[in-house]
């Protein structure tokens, strides 16, 4: 009884929200008292912003009731803690305002463990019982508590719908077929409920297969990272120790130029030197002369002076002046030179280099065939577009570049770009500017009954015939001969016959690291005319080529 005792003071001081005991008991105008911060809280929700209510009771109030602490309530407290009172435990089975309260309980509600959808009503665990032991009541369906019992009724007849419209797709009560689902595809609920959860299954089946599709996916991908990861640390490695190789060949170069001036500086210096310590001695010499020359002019016996002139040692063969050249500003200005033409160089291969280096950085990509199919449609390759412009010194003399380096016509009289050794110099093609990895996509309009489209090595050579330097005609070329009513693919000086829909507008897709490259006839639709599988060394370049007649010509489209 004591502990019965004990227990109805824990209750009578807990607050129904937190279900612990008060902590700054508050007392609201209906009677019931609560924390402060808990009643605070519950009366900021969203359900308690138009009307609030006591969470137990459910009395409502016009305006919100303005808390106080209760003074004599929080002293009570605090001496029935010192005489044994302790918290309430958190697990115990009442209801909280977020709990399905059971519908049987009176006064203070337990929480329910079960609803029944025969009944229409939630039970707690004592009243659940005649659920187990009555046996008509045993058939009941029981379920998790739910606060929706009512959604289970029918508006119309207020009985419980265990029936299913097929035809509107609504749960019905037995009495909605005589009416208003008069003629309807109806069946019972559990009819339906089993023929949904059947193709539920079959969709969950699909689900469950695509996630384990996903996750190898992901897998994968993963795998990717890391061997990305993996690459790029071991490039960057390899290109720090190239290029330490790079920059201890110039340091070593640099101090073999330094090691030979200053030795050929020595050596000068040296000479000059030794010139200089002979015409000081000359000098030397001259000065005396004169000097015995001087003194013997002043000497007025007429037979000493002849005496002693017949005695004077003949003048030492000197060293002309006029034969030592003296040019200050050209001492070593051919090394100079030379070093400088050397950073030109340089700098023109870094350039070039950096172009294609930087170009293989930015197209790398992850290709995944299952992620990353080929392009389906115009709209699928345009992803992939990009902007080709040619470059001045790969086109040759007969051809005429224009619209920014995009267009090319081939023209009698030859024009005047000056020398270079990339130049075409036998056939009248071009290459682009850019190099071409990664996945690419381009399109060439035509005005010509012959233009060969094509993609090269750089290293293609660029004077010779047809099988040294023609697109096409080597193995270092891939060349579409586009005729007025024919086409031809040729590479490797191996001609293969083409058909195919006649376009003035041909697409080309390269896919670099896979070894694609396609080409398309392009009007309202896109025609597959040649594709080529192989397997790509080098950077490519976009190429054209243009028959000899006056205003054919080709122009690389604008696709962006």
């Known amino acids: 009884m004591a502990q019965k005792g004990d227990q109805l003071d824990q209750d009578t001081f807990s607050c129904s929200i937190c279900l612990e005991v008060l902590k700054d008991p508050v007392t609201i105008p209906c009677g019931h008292s609560y924390c402060m911060n808990c009643i605070k809280s519950y009366w900021d929700g969203k359900e308690q912003k138009e009307i609030t209510s006591c969470p137990q009771c459910r009395e409502t109030f016009t305006e919100r009731p303005v808390l106080v602490k209760s003074t004599m309530l929080a002293d009570l407290i605090e001496q029935l803690k010192k005489t044994g009172l302790q918290a309430a435990p958190a697990d115990h089975c009442y209801a909280g305002p977020e709990d399905v309260a059971c519908d049987f309980c009176s006064g203070r509600k337990l929480k329910a463990v079960k609803s029944c959808l025969v009944c ?21 369906k029981l379920v998790d508590p739910s606060r929706n019992l009512q959604n289970n009724i029918c508006p119309r007849h207020g009985e419980v719908m265990k029936m299913f419209c097929r035809t509107d797709q609504k749960c019905i009560c037995y009495l909605c077929p005589v009416e208003e689902h008069k003629g309807h595809d109806t069946v019972s ?15 969950r089946q699909q ?3 695509e996630i384990q599709d996903r996750e190898k996916d992901v897998k994968r991908l993963q795998q990717e990272v890391e061997a990305i990861n993996q690459y790029a640390d071991k490039t960057v490695e390899d290109s720090e120790e190239i290029f330490t190789e790079l920059i201890s060949l110039l340091q070593k170069r640099s101090s073999d130029v330094k090691q030979q001036i200053r030795s050929q500086q020595e050596t000068e210096v040296r000479r000059v030197r030794e010139l200089e310590e002979k015409l000081q001695q000359e000098i030397t010499d001259l000065k005396r002369r004169d000097a015995e020359m001087k003194q013997l002019t002043d000497n007025e016996d007429n037979n000493q002076f002849l005496h002693n002139y017949s005695s004077l040692s003949p003048l030492s063969e000197s060293t002309h002046s006029s034969s030592i050249s003296i040019r200050p500003l050209s001492y070593f200005e051919d090394v100079t030179a030379a070093v400088s033409e050397v950073r030109g160089q340089l700098q023109d291969i870094l350039r070039d280099t950096w172009t294609n280096i930087s170009q293989t950085i930015t197209d790398m990509d992850v290709s995944l065939s299952d992620s990353q199919p080929k392009p389906k449609s115009r709209a699928g390759f345009l992803k992939y577009s990009c902007e080709i412009t040619l470059d001045p010194n790969t086109v040759n003399r007969q051809l005429l570049l224009s619209e920014e380096n995009r267009k090319v016509t081939f023209m009698e009289q030859l024009q005047s770009y000056s020398s270079h050794s990339d130049r075409f110099t036998k056939h009248p093609q071009v290459l682009s500017r850019e190099s071409l990895t990664g996945r690419q996509y381009w399109e060439v309009e035509k005005k010509a009954d012959a233009v060969g489209v094509a993609v090269s090595y750089k290293n293609i050579i660029r004077s ?11 193995d270092k070329s ?33 896919d670099h690291r896979a070894g694609v490259l396609s080409f398309y006839s392009v009007s309202e639709t896109m025609t597959l005319l040649h594709r080529v599988q192989t397997t790509f060394t080098q950077p490519l370049y976009a190429g054209v080529g243009i028959k ?12 962006k």
């Open 207 to 209: 689900i469950q297969q």
């Open 464 to 474: 010779g015939g047809w099988e040294e330097s023609g697109f096409g005609g080597n």
């Open 548 to 559: 000899p007649r006056p205003g054919a010509s080709a122009e690389f489209c604008k696709l």
């Open 478 to 510: 891939w060349s579409l001969h586009c005729y007025s009513d024919s086409c031809e693919f040729w590479y490797n000086n191996i001609r293969t016959s083409i058909s195919g829909p006649q376009s003035s507008r041909i697409g080309v897709y390269l």
């Open 120 to 140: 229409l009503a939630s039970y707690c665990e004592q009243h659940l019982q005649p659920h187990h032991d009555v046996a008509p009541l045993k058939k009941h």
């Open 189 to 203: 609920a559990a009819a339906e409920r089993t023929e949904r959860q059947r193709e539920m299954e079959v969709s």
